[in-house]
């Protein structure tokens, strides 16, 4: 049997894994959206097109997720206080989230793509990652129920 001590080096890996997941699914997320973005600027200069700025709203949409990841880190480390460190919902929580962005950077890829190229969509475009959102938003919120169901 694992001695208690054993466990206790290793409290806040949920809480550390909720946030750091989400943070690197954005980070790829906004890494795929914002390289997308370059190269469709780089297309308007080279035809002599005005380059729309809108294109930063997709960048940036898959910044919201590590938000997220941290209002899930900071409820399960008021539930570490208490003993209950909640290991897998802040693992598979921030893994879920930090899909849930690097999907949305990838779709936010192809939008920049769309709307550069033909100046239009914008609103269908912003409606797509806003459901790859509501992926992250239900883990979190399901998840911050069944903490405080379970530690509460």
């Not at 806040?12 to 750091?20: E, I, K, M, Q, Y």
């Not at 898959?62 to 938000?67: A, E, M, R, W, Y």
């Not at 779709?107 to 459901?131: C, M, P, Q, S």
Request: net charge positive; glycine share 16%.
């Amino acid at each position: 049997m694992v001695e208690a001590s054993a466990l206790m080096q290793f409290k806040d890996l949920g809480l550390a894994a909720a946030l750091s997941f989400a943070a690197i699914g954005s980070a790829m997320g906004t890494g795929a959206a914002g390289m997308a973005s370059v190269g469709a600027w780089k297309k308007c200069y080279a035809q002599s097109k005005a380059a729309p700025f809108m294109l930063i709203v997709f960048v940036g949409a898959p910044l919201s997720q590590t938000i997220y990841g941290m209002i899930l880190m900071n409820k399960i480390a008021e539930a570490a206080i208490n003993g209950s460190f909640f290991w897998g919902m802040g693992i598979l929580g921030g893994i879920a989230m930090g899909s849930s962005a690097l999907m949305q950077g990838r779709a936010g890829a192809g939008a920049a793509d769309a709307l550069a190229e033909t100046g239009k969509g914008f609103t269908n475009y912003l409606i797509v990652l806003g459901i790859i959102e509501t992926v992250a938003l239900f883990v979190m919120v399901f998840l911050l129920g069944k903490i405080g169901m379970l530690a509460g």
